[in-house]
């Protein structure tokens, strides 16, 4: 794997990791709804995320990352649309897609 590519998958990792330590133990949507500092550093991980995704999607656009598109599409709905951003939408892919994204990125890194 390109050293390239290792080092994108580790920002990805990082920031999901940041995201974990954001939110802490009690992932609870209303503490998280309601701390625009909070919302604003996830989604700044988020575009962290996006951002790396795409660097990888252009060195091998056939990396084993599902959804790798959607990530990078998020990445520019909340650098662009910042103002349309939903919080449900971003607590689903917080609960729902990062834990899969991250065991992705792990075992990519092996």
Do not use: C
């Amino acid at each position: 794997m390109q050293l390239e590519i290792t080092k994108n998958l580790f920002d990805i990792k990082s920031s999901i990791d940041s995201i974990n330590e954001y939110l802490g133990d009690n992932k609870d949507f209303n503490v998280y709804k309601n701390n625009k500092l909070l919302r604003r550093g996830i989604e700044r991980e988020l575009e962290i995320i996006g951002e790396a995704a795409n660097r990888i999607l252009k060195l091998d656009a056939d990396i084993n990352i599902e959804n790798a598109r959607k990530i990078v599409d998020l990445r520019n709905w909340v650098i662009h649309s910042y103002d349309t951003v939903d919080d449900v939408i971003i607590w689903g892919i917080i609960s729902k897609h990062l834990p899969l994204l991250k065991a992705q990125v792990e075992e990519l890194l092996k």
